[in-house]
């Protein structure tokens, strides 16, 4: 079993770089990888010759053009183009040259804007999306139905798993392109090591989220790559498993244990004036907790991990627009 050789798109991302060290963790020797550099996945002779030559048993595609919500809503074309690219590429050539699993990995963003909380997988495509990413969330579901036609038409064993927001090492912290996680432990830092005596954080800090430590998101990826099969989903009535902590809190909550563990001890400030965005995002994860799997990583140590990385790492990352 661990001598399956494995291709993981994007395994210099976070998620992929965190996916690849929970396979190295295990015992995984037969590890496949390309950068962009080596392998442009939306090359589509570039993807088959390499499945030609490699021939993966297992595949999971982190590979994937990301950015917020500023380069979501002005490079639209290349958010639809890219990740449907990406991914159509992947599936049909793992379909063509015989692998035996594929893990295709989206995100909440699939869910409609005004789908009641927390998201059931059920809800997808059940009402218009949110208008912003809507590009890169139509990819997402492509990809997703990707999977599960793949199964229908050829029985290929290919699943979907969405994560909620994901933080931790390989994070953008780049302060103009990245989550609000990063972009608060960096704010905090700053305001620390230039003696600040106030930070500002935008909204009022009454929207809730919810935050799973990468190496946690990994850790499921690898169980549901063990435990979950096509037909558990697909005969079932669901397309997708959603992976989360199944807690929420508000943005002040967070921002509270984040001064603690950058050690700030200056005041916050919210600036009301700047918009909230959606009150509340909360997966549901029930059936991932029925099939047996819980995160371990509590959130103020996972904090602690992050901007213990981010201290040695600084300026080494930073997702730009393009
Ligand atoms: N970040 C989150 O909070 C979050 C939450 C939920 C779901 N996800 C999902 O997780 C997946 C990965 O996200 P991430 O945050 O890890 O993104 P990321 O850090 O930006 O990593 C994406 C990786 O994709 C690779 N890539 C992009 N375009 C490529 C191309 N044309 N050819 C080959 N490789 C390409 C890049 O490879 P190189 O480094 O070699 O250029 C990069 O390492 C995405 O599907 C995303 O939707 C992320």
Redesign the pocket.
Known sequence: MKDKKIYI??????????IHRKYASEGYTNIVT??????????QDKVEEFFEKERPQYVV???????GILANSIYRAQFLY??L??ESNIIHAAYKYGAEKLL??????IYPKLAPQPLKEEYLLTSPLEETNEP?AIA?IAGIKLCESYYRQYGSNFISV??????GP???YDLKTS?VMPALIRKFHEAKVNNKEEVEVWGTGTPLREFLY?DD?ADACYYVMQQVNAPDLYEKGISQINIGTGEDLTIAELVTIIADVVGFEGKIKYDTSKPDGTPRKLMDISRLHDMGWHHTTGLKEGIGKAYEWFLGNQGK?G?GEE
């Open positions: 798109a994007g395994h210099r991302g976070m998620v992929g770089s965190a390309r950068t962009s550099g080596e392998l442009n996945l939306i090359r595609v982190a590979a994937a053009k990301v950015g890219e990740n690219m990406i295709f990995l989206g995100s909440s963003c890169y997402k969405m994560p909620t927001n994901l933080y390989f994070d953008n989550h990468v998101l990352r997702k």
